[in-house]
């Protein structure tokens, strides 16, 4: 592979890491029998970018603002076609369907130790908006703007919360867009404490909490070290561990190795063949469950050859999907080749690509371009990621397709990917809130192509203008029928698949592999549902 760090480099550069890491964390002389009241987690987070619940919209992030913040509702972990009450206790729709009234649970507090009440719960709505960052989208799809938002979603008593959307949308999706992180509760009193040139405590909170959920955050060393503690204010179910501690680590065989030594409790990220080997170890479990996370390529139309639909479909056959789902991801996902995730409401489970690398040369010589052509890659450097690129170059090098893999961090991969400056990226599409506008608004939806447009999904990203395809998306969320609502997404994954520049290639099974005396940590099936702070230790 082209501009990789060797594995022994590799190996070496995350022994110093973890070193360093025990030497910066002094209390902690060696990892050796981690302390009883403290949940020790090795996962790669290099995507974390912000603490903000406003701005965070990376997975690793959205694992920490779900056992850090409430919101007003949750997701049911055991059932996610159910919603539960989080700090609200109740809630009524108007007849028009409009108008959402929440009353607030009393009694409830901050970390800080501020009480929470229904104006904090308007304000932390309201600054989302009002902040206008990535996952604002979720919010403002509801005709809020910075302008309407204070009259639209307010305070009507001390415990007491409307908001008002533009058009009477389906139920469903209006309160499962309200349990994304993005509508997540914040400290008022002490966001404005914090106040920087009216940036409501936007500049303070990236690297500092203001929440009420049951772990807090303690520290947060990027591409090191995160650390949660109990939050003693919570009102609900108490987290049994003092601390949850979170150690950045890449590499599979290393997690492994420390797992099986006890330096940690609960490993995240490993590959097929450690997970096998795992399971054979007495002193180890295995949990397991599938996750709303799509693993996709995409090819961004703004490179000449890729605004060729044959050139697209070609590389569609460019990937040995049987190959990757024996190998690269057994026992951590399954073969998937539609924007929906299997669980949400119209999946499909139609898979129609396989590798043939005949077929894609025929279409590469209709589009004009007999002897392939060379284009780049841009790949976070974490498993499975990184075998599965490296097995598309060999393949695609068959029809003449040669790639550079440009390898990077979550965060250096995904700055250019935002800015659309990438030829193709591989990465990873988690569940926002568990409806399938989540994942259409991004795939199926782009409601405006320019270079300086306001909403930018994936199909944004990818310069893929849509105005018909965008209008099923639109169509379908304002349907309150679910047999026809799940009829319409099943033709947009059939015409997703014909002309996307999205190779889709897998759903991820979520895998943790803990210490035989870990009890109670859950996954769900958003990252926002892996609940660490229920973890205890025998």
């Not at 603490?51 to 990376?58: K, N």
């Not at 007003?72 to 055991?78: G, I, S, Y």
């Not at 990077?408 to 990465?427: A, N």
């Not at 569940?431 to 994942?439: E, I, L």
């Amino acid at each position: 592979m082209k501009n990789s760090t060797p594995m022994v480099t590799r190996c070496l550069l995350g022994a110093a890491a973890a070193s360093a890491l025990v030497l910066s964390f002094g209390a902690m002389p060696v990892w050796a029998a981690t302390p009883k009241d403290t949940l020790v987690v090795a996962l790669a987070f290099d995507d974390i970018i912000t603490m903000d619940p406003g701005e965070a919209f990376e997975i690793s992030a959205g694992e920490i603002m779900g056992n850090t913040y409430d919101r007003l509702v949750r997701l049911d972990v055991n059932d996610p076609s159910k919603l539960v009450p989080d700090v609200a206790k109740s809630w009524t729709v108007s007849a028009d369907g409009k108008t959402f009234t929440f009353e607030i649970k009393p009694g409830q507090k901050f970390a800080s130790g501020n009480p929470l009440t229904a104006e904090d719960v308007a304000f932390s709505l309201q600054r989302s908006v009002l902040l206008d960052k990535a996952p604002a989208f979720i919010l403002t799809q509801f005709g809020f703007n910075k302008g309407n938002v204070k009259e639209r979603i307010k305070a009507t008593a001390p415990m007491t919360v409307t908001i008002e959307t533009e058009k009477s949308f389906a139920t469903s999706f209006v309160l499962n867009c309200l349990t994304a992180n993005v509508a997540a509760i914040v400290d008022k009193q002490l966001l404005m404490s914090k106040e920087q040139n009216g940036d409501m405590g936007y500049a303070w909170l990236k690297t500092n909490y203001a929440g009420s959920g049951p772990m807090k955050l303690r520290d947060w060393r990027a591409n090191d070290i995160l650390v949660l503690d109990r939050n003693d204010n919570y009102l609900g179910e108490r987290s049994p561990m003092a601390r949850v501690m979170y150690k950045h680590n890449k590499e599979s065989a290393s997690q492994r190795l420390q797992l099986e030594k006890g330096d940690i409790d609960v490993a995240r990220n490993l590959n097929p063949q450690d997970v096998v080997a795992l399971s054979a170890n007495k002193d180890i479990k295995i949990n397991s469950v599938p996750k709303g996370n799509i693993m996709y390529i995409s090819m961004n139309m703004k490179n000449p050859n890729f605004a060729k639909p044959e050139v697209r479909e070609a590389m569609k056959y460019l990937l040995d999907y049987s190959a990757i789902g024996d190998t690269l991801i057994k026992h951590i996902g399954v073969v998937h080749q539609n924007f929906l995730p299997q669980g949400l409401l119209g999946a499909s489970n139609v898979n129609p690509y396989k590798l043939d690398v005949d077929k894609a040369k025929a279409l590469l010589v209709k589009a004009g371009l007999p002897n392939g052509f060379k284009v780049t890659i841009d790949m976070r450097t974490v498993q499975p990621q990184q075998g599965i690129t490296e097995a598309f170059q060999q393949t695609a090098k068959r029809a003449g397709v040669d790639i550079e893999i440009i390898p990077g961090d979550g965060k250096q991969t995904l700055t250019k990917y935002r800015g659309r400056t990438h030829d193709m990226y591989i990465g990873t599409w988690g569940a926002d809130y568990w409806d399938p506008h989540t994942n259409a608004d991004t795939f199926a939806r782009n409601p405006d192509n320019a270079d300086d447009a306001k909403a930018k999904p994936l199909t944004w990203r990818n310069a893929w203008a849509i105005p018909e395809l965008t209008k099923k998306a639109d169509a379908a969320i304002m349907e309150r029928d679910t047999n026809k609502r799940k009829a319409m997404y099943e033709e947009m994954q059939a015409d997703f698949r014909k002309t996307s520049p999205f190779i889709i290639l897998s759903q991820q099974t979520d895998v943790a592999a803990m210490r035989s005396n870990v009890e109670g940590l859950k996954l769900g099936p958003t990252s926002d549902t892996n609940y660490v702070f229920r973890a205890s230790k025998r």
